[in-house]
């Protein structure tokens, strides 16, 4: 059984910055590519950021390119988004996802497990 967990969420103002973490158990990490997709209310969720299986590839998102950062340590089976220069658009729920492939999709369709989700609000 695959589980997803994922903290660090909170309230931060607008320029500030959070880190955001998702452990994961259940399956060969290293194997699989991993996303950080984001919804907020009355809207879809959407693809923020992917992480391949090595950590070699990184696709993000226009709206977050520069200013988010994605991560994997596979030793810990843990994958982080370091969000910084936030901006009241940001806020979402942020779910990390895991691909059922080494290199990660921008389609939500494509990825197999998720998380519960972390609550990022960003104040003006």
């Known amino acids: 059984q695959v589980q997803l967990a994922e903290s660090g969420g909170g309230l931060v103002q607008t320029g500030g910055s959070l880190r955001l973490s998702c452990a994961a158990s259940?399956?060969?990490?290293?194997?699989?590519?991993m996303g950080w997709f984001r919804q907020a209310p009355g809207k879809e969720r959407d693809f923020v950021a992917g992480?391949?299986?090595?950590?070699?590839?990184?696709p993000y998102a226009d709206s977050v390119k520069g200013r988010f950062t994605i991560s994997r340590d596979n030793a810990k089976n843990t994958v982080y988004l370091q969000m910084n220069s936030l901006k009241p658009e940001d806020t979402a729920i942020y779910y990390c996802?895991?691909?059922?492939?080494?290199?990660?999709?921008?389609?939500?369709?494509?990825?197999?497990?998720w998380g519960q989700g972390t609550q990022v609000t960003v104040s003006s």
């Open positions: 259940g399956r060969i990490f290293s194997n699989y590519a």
């Open positions: 992480v391949s299986g090595n950590g070699a590839y990184t």
């Open positions: 996802a895991m691909d059922d492939d080494s290199r990660p999709s921008r389609r939500k369709d494509d990825y197999v497990y």
